[in-house]
């Protein structure tokens, strides 16, 4: 019951807090109009910072055509204006307006491609440029927009006239100032932190006084203190968002060296961080671990960044800020949650999976998360969320977090884990290990979750017991009747088979293979869809061990590696 009344009143200052948010945020915003924004207009660009998104010239082409194949879906515009279409997928929208394809027309590396870009943000100047509203207007959007405006200027403005040359300085000095302002009432999120980048940017792209580049410079500087964690994540535990801001923070860094400008204070420092944490991530193959929030990365977009990384040095053996494990043996890496979600806006993408983890040996990933979609959908979003899209156990067939499906509040969390105890299980010359109790279940069925795990010094096999306890601790009662199911879901590509002896056995295609034991219960193959896959979600397979707590107030379970993989494979 106590713990019911904590989730009430956490949600109840919740959406107070976001009463006064709102209410704050009217209040420093104003009347939005476009004559409010309206000043002088640039006389040039200083400068053109590079974008580090790969581009595909092919994509220009269709481009060209009418074909816009963004944000996980096509759309043919049959030669009209793609930005007086009513489209509703709104994914496509926000990529659309974004304007990050502006970079495969620069990859065509051509005369038409330039026009066609020219044309199209000519368009979008006409039909929305002083309509301060909607998903064009977001914060985030126009965030992406202007650094892809800055960064391919020189192709846009290639050959203009200069009818365009000042419609495009003036509204890219209208959109600065409109995002400045509306930065003042943003919430401390990602969506801020690139806002900030944006109008640094600006601040070195547009001809700025000394006092208006060191305000922008201290803004930024200020989000590395308020976002980036000691240990380089950020504070929403998103791997992901790594990644993003540091393809938008390696250009300004550069454009700041460049100018002979002096970079943000914190800005130098913050980014080294943030590539040790980038690389705690990584599993062995080089992907990326998928934990809240994080999907699929392709090889060339997360190269094109760490590229970049001039630190060195192993993974840490924990993220203790961030609570996340990395427990390394040889070429084997296992990752694993151990974190409470964050407050706020910044639990907007956290995914209830404490205590889940992933495992991956040299080319192989073996046990994953589902992840999220690459591309934004609706359902598939909320279906990865849930504590059954983790290789952790579900109580009762519920979630650890509860997620608000307010429109008011936005997906943030609301209730579920609200403290996470972690202990070390590292015996030297033995094995690496962690143990580690989350308090998801306390509130809704008066249990604790324990996950122990650990990863024995030869690399070839992985001991880990679940063990459900009452508040005070002690054993569950013989006769609770919570159903619990431990789930392992297994990477697409890894192949499930399951011996007459009931023993699971993955193998991947070059013929590395690991067994997968339970004591005293019955694994089970089923079904599974993973959703972190660039060509969308894929069917895959899961094991799941199925149990009460009555019965099985702890279960144990291994994961032995059986044959290594093929020579030159």
Not at 421 to 448: C, I, K, N, W
């Given at each position: 019951?106590?713990?019911?009344?904590?989730?009430?009143?956490?949600?109840?200052?919740?959406?107070?807090?976001?009463?006064?948010?709102?209410?704050?945020?009217?209040?420093?915003?104003?009347?939005?109009?476009?004559?409010?924004?309206?000043?002088?207009?640039?006389?040039?660009?200083?400068?053109?910072?590079?974008?580090?998104?790969?581009?595909?010239?092919?994509?220009?082409?269709?481009?060209?055509?009418?074909?816009?194949?963004?944000?996980?879906?096509?759309?043919?515009?049959?030669?009209?204006?793609?930005?007086?279409?009513?489209i509703a997928n709104q994914a496509f929208v926000r990529s659309l307006n974004g304007f990050g394809?502006?970079?495969?027309?620069?990859?065509?590396?051509?005369?038409?491609?330039?026009?066609?870009?020219?044309?199209?943000?000519?368009?979008?100047?006409?039909?929305?440029?002083?309509?301060?509203?909607?998903?064009?207007?977001?914060?985030?959007?126009?965030?992406?927009?202007?650094?892809?405006?800055?960064?391919?200027?020189?192709?846009?403005?290639?050959?203009?006239?200069?009818?365009?040359?000042?419609?495009?300085?003036?509204?890219?000095?209208?959109?600065?100032?409109?995002?400045?302002?509306?930065?003042?009432?943003?919430?401390?999120?990602?969506?801020?932190?690139?806002?900030?980048?944006?109008?640094?940017?600006?601040?070195?792209?547009?001809?700025?006084?000394?006092?208006?580049?060191?305000?922008?410079?201290?803004?930024?500087?200020?989000?590395?203190?308020?976002?980036?964690?000691?240990?380089?994540?950020?504070?929403?535990?998103?791997?992901?968002?790594?990644?993003?801001?540091?393809?938008?923070?390696?250009?300004?860094?550069?454009?700041?060296?460049?100018?002979?400008?002096?970079?943000?204070?914190?800005?130098?420092?913050?980014?080294?961080?943030?590539?040790?944490?980038?690389?705690?991530?990584?599993?062995?193959?080089?992907?990326?671990?998928?934990?809240?929030?994080?999907?699929?990365?392709?090889?060339?977009?997360?190269?094109?960044?760490?590229?970049?990384?001039?630190?060195?040095?192993?993974?840490?053996?924990?993220?203790?800020?961030?609570?996340?494990?990395?427990?390394?043996?040889?070429?084997?890496?296992?990752?694993?949650?151990?974190?409470?979600?964050?407050?706020?806006?910044?639990?907007?993408?956290?995914?209830?999976?404490?205590?889940?983890?992933?495992?991956?040996?040299?080319?192989?990933?073996?046990?994953?998360?589902?992840?999220?979609?690459?591309?934004?959908?609706?359902?598939?979003?909320?279906?990865?969320?849930?504590?059954?899209?983790?290789?952790?156990?579900?109580?009762?067939?519920?979630?650890?977090?509860?997620?608000?499906?307010?429109?008011?509040?936005?997906?943030?969390?609301?209730?579920?884990?609200?403290?996470?105890?972690?202990?070390?299980?590292?015996?030297?010359?033995?094995?690496?290990?962690?143990?580690?109790?989350?308090?998801?279940?306390?509130?809704?069925?008066?249990?604790?979750?324990?996950?122990?795990?650990?990863?024995?010094?030869?690399?070839?096999?992985?001991?880990?017991?679940?063990?459900?306890?009452?508040?005070?601790?002690?054993?569950?009662?013989?006769?609770?009747?919570?159903?619990?199911?431990?789930?392992?879901?297994?990477?697409?590509?890894?192949?499930?088979?399951?011996?007459?002896?009931?023993?699971?056995?993955?193998?991947?295609?070059?013929?590395?293979?690991?067994?997968?034991?339970?004591?005293?219960?019955?694994?089970?193959?089923?079904?599974?869809?993973?959703?972190?896959?660039?060509?969308?979600?894929?069917?895959?397979?899961?094991?799941?061990?199925?149990?009460?707590?009555?019965?099985?107030?702890?279960?144990?379970?291994?994961?032995?590696?059986?044959?290594?993989?093929?020579?030159?494979?």
């Amino acid at each position: 019951m106590t713990f019911s009344i904590l989730d009430s009143q956490r949600s109840a200052y919740l959406y107070g807090a976001e009463i006064w948010r709102r209410f704050a945020r009217r209040m420093a915003l104003g009347r939005i109009n476009a004559m409010r924004f309206a000043g002088g207009v640039p006389d040039r660009l200083v400068v053109a910072p590079i974008d580090l998104r790969i581009a595909d010239s092919h994509i220009a082409e269709e481009i060209y055509s009418g074909r816009f194949a963004i944000g996980g879906t096509m759309v043919d515009t049959g030669g009209g204006s793609p930005f007086q279409m009513k489209i509703a997928n709104q994914a496509f929208v926000r990529s659309l307006n974004g304007f990050g394809w502006l970079r495969h027309m620069r990859a065509a590396d051509h005369d038409l491609a330039f026009a066609n870009a020219r044309a199209l943000v000519d368009d979008w100047i006409t039909v929305q440029g002083r309509d301060l509203g909607g998903l064009a207007y977001d914060p985030d959007v126009l965030s992406n927009r202007l650094i892809a405006w800055f960064s391919h200027s020189p192709i846009v403005l290639r050959g203009a006239d200069h009818g365009f040359y000042r419609r495009f300085l003036k509204s890219i000095a209208l959109q600065a100032r409109y995002l400045r302002h509306v930065t003042l009432a943003l919430p401390g999120d990602a969506t801020r932190f690139r806002a900030r980048i944006a109008l640094a940017m600006a601040s070195l792209c547009l001809p700025s006084s000394a006092g208006a580049v060191r305000s922008a410079s201290r803004h930024l500087s200020t989000e590395f203190d308020l976002q980036i964690l000691p240990d380089g994540g950020h504070i929403s535990r998103n791997p992901m968002i790594l990644i993003s801001l540091l393809t938008d923070l390696l250009p300004l860094r550069q454009t700041y060296i460049n100018l002979g400008q002096k970079p943000p204070a914190n800005m130098i420092a913050g980014m080294d961080r943030m590539f040790s944490a980038l690389r705690f991530f990584r599993h062995s193959n080089g992907e990326l671990a998928l934990f809240n929030g994080a999907s699929a990365v392709s090889a060339d977009r997360l190269l094109a960044v760490l590229r970049y990384d001039e630190t060195s040095g192993a993974a840490f053996r924990e993220m203790p800020h961030s609570h996340y494990q990395r427990l390394t043996t040889g070429n084997v890496v296992l990752i694993a949650d151990t974190g409470s979600p964050p407050k706020g806006n910044a639990s907007a993408t956290i995914h209830a999976g404490c205590l889940s983890f992933e495992l991956s040996s040299g080319l192989n990933r073996f046990v994953v998360n589902a992840g999220a979609p690459v591309f934004f959908h609706p359902h598939h979003a909320e279906f990865s969320r849930l504590t059954a899209a983790h290789s952790t156990v579900t109580l009762n067939d519920s979630s650890s977090l509860k997620i608000s499906h307010s429109s008011f509040l936005g997906p943030i969390v609301t209730g579920g884990v609200r403290r996470v105890t972690v202990q070390s299980r590292d015996q030297e010359g033995s094995h690496l290990g962690f143990s580690a109790t989350q308090d998801g279940y306390l509130s809704s069925l008066r249990l604790l979750h324990r996950r122990e795990v650990k990863l024995l010094a030869s690399g070839h096999e992985v001991h880990g017991s679940d063990q459900f306890l009452r508040p005070d601790e002690s054993a569950p009662v013989s006769s609770d009747s919570t159903v619990g199911i431990a789930r392992f879901h297994i990477h697409p590509k890894i192949a499930v088979t399951q011996d007459e002896s009931g023993v699971v056995h993955l193998t991947a295609s070059d013929g590395e293979s690991w067994a997968f034991i339970a004591n005293d219960l019955n694994a089970e193959i089923e079904d599974d869809v993973h959703f972190a896959d660039l060509a969308g979600a894929r069917t895959s397979k899961q094991i799941t061990l199925t149990f009460t707590v009555g019965e099985h107030p702890q279960i144990e379970w291994q994961l032995i590696r059986t044959t290594l993989p093929r020579s030159g494979a």
